[in-house]
């Protein structure tokens, strides 16, 4: 499966592996229905919903391929993902990378 962005360019590797470079890194606040992460190392805060902060959360867990990521998500919503949560999944992940929060391994 390839994940294409209006330019057609492929906006996330599927068969590379990512990780969060160093979650020790991170300095996390609650704020409504936010997350707020402090990244140390850049020295930038992302905002983040309930539905990224999941996603990152998986990769804290350790790095995993786009595969193993939805299949872990899937376990956690409990129901099969549909290709728009996926593309929705992907281009959160994209955003994580452009941010510096996930990175290849």
């Given at each position: 499966?390839?994940?294409?962005?209006?330019?057609?360019?492929?906006?996330?590797?599927?068969?590379?592996?990512?990780?969060?470079?160093?979650?020790?890194?991170?300095?996390?606040?609650?704020?409504?229905?936010?997350?707020?992460?402090?990244?140390?190392?850049?020295?930038?805060?992302?905002?983040?919903?309930?539905?990224?902060?999941?996603?990152?959360?998986?990769?804290?867990?350790?790095?995993?391929?786009?595969?193993?990521?939805?299949?872990?998500?899937?376990?956690?919503v409990e129901?099969?993902?549909?290709?728009?949560?996926?593309?929705?999944?992907?281009?959160?992940?994209?955003?994580?990378?452009?941010?510096?929060?996930?990175?290849?391994?």
């Amino acid at each position: 499966m390839s994940y294409i962005n209006e330019n057609n360019e492929n906006i996330f590797d599927e068969k590379a592996v990512y990780g969060v470079p160093d979650a020790a890194n991170f300095l996390w606040s609650g704020w409504e229905d936010a997350r707020i992460v402090y990244d140390t190392r850049s020295g930038h805060t992302q905002v983040l919903n309930d539905f990224a902060r999941e996603l990152l959360a998986l990769y804290e867990d350790g790095p995993k391929s786009l595969i193993e990521l939805f299949d872990e998500f899937a376990k956690i919503v409990e129901t099969d993902l549909d290709e728009p949560l996926k593309v929705k999944i992907v281009e959160t992940l994209n955003e994580f990378d452009t941010m510096g929060l996930i990175e290849p391994v």
